[in-house]
């Protein structure tokens, strides 16, 4: 399975962005979908996640309420709506697939299986 990440950039503080990640090869299981980040100096952290069927997310508290993540099956693509942008936000986001954590969602790095390379999100303030 491959994941290309796109719609990184340069944004102002308060303005959004929309990420999105398409997954290709062999894609016909069911699989949970996530966005994680890694800021400059820092570990990487956990952004959004979502169900097979698209009727569960999860956010950090850092990005509830600004972020959405949202998935299109038909496209096997997973986007990542980004509101109200922050200075803080300023990260390289990947995207992931869990194959075993289809329904029930997780924010650890560990249980997911493939990676995409990552796009650059900066935000100005």
């Known amino acids: 399975v491959q994941l290309q990440a796109s719609g990184g950039g340069l944004a102002q503080a308060g303005n959004s962005l929309r990420l999105s990640c398409a997954a290709s090869?062999?894609?016909?299981?069911?699989?949970?979908m996530g966005w994680f980040r890694r800021a400059p100096g820092k570990e990487r952290e956990f952004v959004a996640a979502?169900?097979?069927?698209?009727?569960?997310?999860y956010y950090a508290d850092s990005v509830k309420g600004r972020f959405t993540i949202s998935r299109d099956n038909a496209e096997n693509t997973v986007y990542l709506q980004m509101n109200s942008l922050k200075p803080e936000d300023t990260a390289v986001y990947y995207c992931a697939i869990s194959l075993a954590y289809s329904e029930v969602l997780t924010s650890q790095h560990s249980r997911y299986n493939y990676w995409g390379k990552g796009t650059q999100v900066t935000v100005s303030s």
């Open positions: 979502i169900s097979w069927s698209g009727g569960r997310t």
């Open positions: 090869g062999r894609t016909s299981s069911r699989y949970g």
